[in-house]
């Protein structure tokens, strides 16, 4: 390491500061975000399991689902027009982020949220009142610029934000609000789903217009960011911001770090070339491999596809929906767990436990599925025994939702320097959107083919991104953001990208002559 550049054994420097009201409400406000994601991953797979909602837009798929009850149960649902209405978001929301990075990088933080916020109001107006497919189509398209801005934006602000002690904690709050999005979601389309006259599905879309009026509103009171207001030049903003949020005057050391960082990202005229250079090696690979994996892990084909998938396996409509809320539930509290535990024992162990619990429950959910349907899809499920499906699917949820869950967001956002953290973010969000846009366009068409082998595509996947982790994952737990550079430099595989003159030593201050832990 340049000079011998180390840091203590608590992972970085530890800067003077404490968790402040302030800083616990900008970040409670700006986490709100993840709540129009989190709806509208919920209320899509509810709506298109009602039949009001595919009697009038699907009517292919109504008449192939009423035709014959004991038809193919893996085929019931299959039509690329039914989810091109779900994954239209997903790729408007991967093209609209490369957008986001530039107004993150030139207005702020706080603006990018409000923009997403206003895009994703017209959206959810036009859905709630769809007349065609076309418009449906059209307004998801909106919802998924709104979901691509503050997927963007958000994790930057509330790493920015946060104590580095704290960053996983408050971090996190993030992926707290999108599975309360998608508890929320779940809720209203049980309830919507008994309206006599069949135009619940239309309070169920129309809906997304709360959470997206929450960020909207919310984030016209956030303050900026020290980071943002530096790189825009605002350096005595910066400075009071930092001495607000850290509740002392003792920033010196902070700032310092903070307009060096600033000084070497200005430097920086292209960010997208920039981040493909041989020292930023480790933040380009995990900023695509870990949302690509956390779409592999199969989760938003339980999430957006709950109610249908609980539906095709022979659970009644009422049931199914019901135990899409369960899901929705069991994803809330087990991020919860996560929230107050990634500071205390770190990144790498919740992604180890919960890779390792999601494989096991994949594993038997696709035997237990197997045992019934077989390759024919012919069978029924008896009550005990969808129990025992449900289970073992909550407890999937858990291990996702205390591991790739949060982390998936919390992990690519602390480990970009400021002079490739736009350009690192929008990689993050786009490749996050183009998987999950093609899981989504593709599950119901694979469930028809490899029937209950897809839980068993799924593990497998688990499989390789657990080794991914446990080999080329260092711990970033404590760290701050500045001087992240050092955890690569320790690590067995990725110190070989970085030279000894990438390091500057003049802006990382000794801990206390420890070598940092990896």
């Excluded at 550049?5 to 900008?26: E, Q, R, W």
């Excluded at 986001?100 to 916020?117: C, D, E, H, P």
């Excluded at 019934?372 to 005990?384: D, M």
Aim: aromatic share 14%; with cysteine.
């Amino acid at each position: 390491m340049a000079g011998g550049a180390i840091v203590n054994t608590a992972g970085g420097k530890d800067y003077p500061g404490k968790m402040t009201l302030f800083v616990f409400l900008t970040c409670l406000v700006a986490a709100t975000g993840g709540l129009i994601f989190g709806y509208d991953i919920g209320i899509s797979g509810g709506v298109t399991s009602m039949d009001s909602f595919l009697r009038k837009f699907f009517p292919s798929v109504y008449r192939k689902q009423q035709a014959n009850q004991t038809t193919n149960q893996y085929c019931k649902f299959d039509s690329q027009l039914l989810t091109t209405f779900t994954s239209s978001l997903y790729l408007a929301a991967l093209i609209a982020s490369f957008f986001a990075s530039t107004v993150t990088r030139v207005f702020g933080r706080k603006w990018s949220m409000f923009g997403g916020g206003v895009i994703f109001l017209v959206g959810a107006a036009i859905n709630g009142a769809a007349k065609d497919v076309a418009m449906l189509i059209i307004g998801r398209i909106l919802l998924g610029i709104g979901v691509g801005f503050a997927n963007q934006s958000v994790p930057v602000y509330l790493s920015e934000m946060a104590p580095a002690r704290l960053r996983g904690m408050l971090n996190m709050a993030f992926q707290l609000m999108i599975t309360i999005g998608i508890l929320v979601a779940s809720l209203i389309n049980y309830g919507t789903a008994k309206i006599k006259g069949g135009w619940g599905w239309r309070i169920s879309l129309a809906l997304a217009a709360v959470p997206a009026a929450i960020i909207t509103l919310g984030s016209l009171f956030l303050p900026d960011t020290p980071n943002s207001l530096i790189e825009r030049g605002y350096d005595e903003k910066a400075r009071n911001m930092l001495r607000r949020i850290r509740g002392t005057d003792d920033i010196t050391l902070e700032y310092n770090d903070l307009v060096a960082a600033s000084e070497e990202s200005k430097a920086v005229k292209h960010p997208w070339r920039n981040i493909i250079q041989r020292k930023y090696r480790a933040q380009l690979t995990m900023v695509i491999f870990i949302p690509f994996f956390q779409q592999f892990t199969g989760i938003n084909v339980i999430m957006f596809y709950a109610p249908v998938l609980f539906k095709t396996i022979g659970f009644g409509a009422d049931a199914s929906l019901m135990s899409a809320v369960i899901t929705g539930l069991v994803n809330v509290f087990a991020t919860l767990v996560s929230i107050f535990t990634v500071d205390k024992y770190g990144r790498r162990l919740l992604f180890l436990l919960g890779g390792v619990q999601m494989i096991i429950c994949q594993i038997i959910v696709g035997t237990l599925i197997a045992a019934k349907f077989g390759t024919s899809g012919e069978g029924h499920f008896s009550k005990l025994y969808a129990g025992f499906v449900v289970l073992f699917i909550c407890l999937y949820v858990a291990g996702f939702a205390w591991s790739w869950g949060p982390l998936g967001w919390l992990v690519p956002s602390e480990i970009l320097p400021l002079e490739i953290r736009s350009a690192g973010q929008s990689i993050n969000v786009s490749v996050n959107m183009l998987f999950t846009f093609l899981i989504a366009q593709l599950f119901l068409t694979m469930l028809c083919h490899m029937k209950f082998g897809l839980f068993y595509f799924f593990s497998g996947w688990v499989v390789i991104m657990t080794i991914f982790i446990a080999y080329l994952l260092p711990e970033t737990k404590n760290v701050p953001i500045e001087e992240m550079i050092l955890v690569w430099k320790n690590h067995w595989f990725w110190s070989k990208f970085i030279a000894d003159s990438d390091i500057h030593v003049g802006n990382l201050e000794m801990g206390n002559g420890k070598s940092v832990s990896i």
